[in-house]
């Protein structure tokens, strides 16, 4: 790994992971990848990561639920809940660093989004 800045993906759509992981390794981030929250959930407490991609339909839960949970738990980390379905966005922390982000995303989205990360 490097030392730059740690990214999970918790989202089940492949060829989505598989874009932002080559997006931010080109950036010189460190990302793991997770299909499932269940998974994702232990990687986020073991990895800790700077910035979480946070999908809302995943095959075994709905991860914006935890969203709250996750920001509360996590307050340095910064979520990015990503859905192509316009759900509605949980009541977060006041303190919680979050935005959200519609499917498709594409390279111009993640350039104007984070630039200055």
């Given at each position: 790994?490097?030392?730059?800045?740690?990214?999970?993906?918790?989202?089940?759509?492949?060829?989505?992971?598989?874009?932002?992981?080559?997006?931010?390794?080109?950036?010189?981030?460190?990302?793991?990848?997770?299909?499932?929250?269940?998974?994702?959930?232990?990687?986020?407490?073991?990895?800790?990561?700077?910035?979480?991609?946070?999908?809302?339909?995943?095959?075994?839960?709905?991860?914006?639920?935890?969203?709250?949970?996750?920001?509360?738990?996590?307050?340095?980390?910064?979520?990015?809940?990503?859905?192509?379905?316009?759900?509605?966005?949980?009541?977060?922390?006041?303190?919680?660093?979050?935005?959200?982000?519609?499917?498709?995303?594409?390279?111009?989205?993640?350039?104007?989004q984070f630039s200055g990360f």
């Amino acid at each position: 790994m490097s030392d730059g800045k740690k990214i999970l993906i918790i989202d089940d759509e492949i060829d989505l992971c598989l874009l932002l992981k080559e997006y931010f390794l080109r950036k010189n981030y460190d990302v793991l990848i997770s299909h499932t929250l269940g998974e994702g959930k232990t990687l986020l407490k073991s990895y800790r990561p700077d910035i979480l991609f946070l999908d809302n339909n995943l095959p075994d839960g709905v991860g914006w639920q935890d969203a709250p949970s996750f920001a509360a738990s996590f307050p340095a980390t910064y979520i990015v809940m990503v859905s192509a379905f316009h759900p509605t966005v949980p009541s977060m922390p006041s303190s919680a660093k979050y935005r959200v982000i519609e499917k498709p995303i594409s390279m111009a989205d993640l350039d104007s989004q984070f630039s200055g990360f």
